[in-house]
């Protein structure tokens, strides 16, 4: 199975995550297919806190992935801050 989640990176109390597209076998921060984003909880100003790809998240659900619980939350925030 193929899932939409979050891949942490950044320091040692500054997380970052990046949304990638992974066998659903693979660690959480291991192999991964696709990087279709990112998400910056500590953003801050004018900084960037969420980007994804619309493109590739459509193709990838069209192809079965299924994204985590963190990951639909997230769109679901940004599709009703971007309405």
């Known amino acids: 199975m193929v899932v939409i989640r979050l891949a942490r990176g950044g320091a ?3 997380p970052f995550y990046n949304m990638v597209v ?3 076998r693979a660690r959480r921060d291991g192999r991964f297919i696709e ?3 990112f998400y910056n909880p ?3 100003g004018q900084e ?3 980007y994804v790809a ?3 998240l459509s193709y990838w659900q069209q192809q079965g992935a ?3 619980s963190t990951v639909a939350r997230l769109l679901k ?3 009703k801050a971007a309405a």
């Open 77 to 79: 925030q940004s599709a």
């Open 48 to 50: 960037q806190g969420l």
């Open 22 to 24: 992974a066998d659903a």
């Open 35 to 37: 990087r279709i984003g």
């Open 66 to 68: 299924q994204p985590s």
């Open 12 to 14: 040692k109390k500054r």
């Open 42 to 44: 500590l953003a801050a």
């Open 54 to 56: 619309a493109d590739r």
